[in-house]
């Protein structure tokens, strides 16, 4: 299995969780450096606690699923200031 089906397969884990709540993630890209770049959809995307639950759900979901790769960003989420 290749390192972007690892990484879907760990996005199946929380898929459900986003969905229920009207969104959902896509991989946009993954780096030579191992740093998956995902775009946030639908309620995640606008959402006021995406930041949270892109660093508590997904970013842990795809970590510890996937230990090679070495940061978990979001393409269309900027940090809460």
């Known amino acids: 299995m290749d390192i972007t089906q690892q990484v879907e397969q760990a996005l199946e884990t929380i898929r459900p969780y986003l969905i229920a709540d009207g969104g959902d993630v896509a991989i946009e890209e993954i780096t030579p450096e191992l ?7 639908g309620n995640c ?3 006021k606690m995406s930041f949270m639950t892109m660093k508590a ?14 940061a978990v960003e979001a393409v269309n989420l900027s940090e809460p200031v």
């Open 45 to 47: 995307g606008t959402c």
């Open 57 to 70: 759900g997904i970013e842990q979901a795809i970590m510890k699923a996937v230990p090679e790769i070495t």
């Open 35 to 41: 740093v998956v770049k995902l775009r946030l959809l």
